[in-house]
């Protein structure tokens, strides 16, 4: 058997839900279901960390396939995270900073209230763009 559970009515001091575009929407979750892989999540932190990286050198670290590690890459540059540099017969991959930041601070700035400084503040966070 079922049961209805009744909602509790809202509170007039609530706070409502963050209006996004609906662009931004899609954009964020495109990221958040990338970014709940393992593999997917330690590519970007690696390349991160490191800059740019060739396929070789994420499969070492990764304990993974080469072909393993091309479809999470091809994955994340479709979705527009990362980029390839191509050398000779080499693929070099690194972070599209511009575009994860743009999504990530936009929803900051969704949530969140923004300071004289610049940064958006998010309960207690404050986030900020380096210059």
Known sequence: MIA???EPPLSRNAPSFPELSD?????????FKLLSDETRLRILMYLMRE???????????LGQSQ???????ALLRVAGLI?????????????RA???????????????????DGGIRFQDFVLTQER
């Open 67 to 73: 072909p393993a590690v091309s479809h999470h890459l």
């Open 83 to 95: 980029e390839a540099r191509r050398d000779g017969k080499h693929n070099f991959y690194s972070i």
């Open 23 to 31: 662009q931004l929407e899609k954009d964020l979750v495109q990221v």
């Open 51 to 61: 800059g740019e990286l060739h396929v070789t050198a994420l499969c070492e670290r």
């Open 98 to 116: 511009k575009h994860f930041h743009r999504i990530m601070g936009e929803l900051f700035r969704s949530i969140g209230d923004q300071n004289q």
């Open 4 to 6: 209805n559970v009744a």
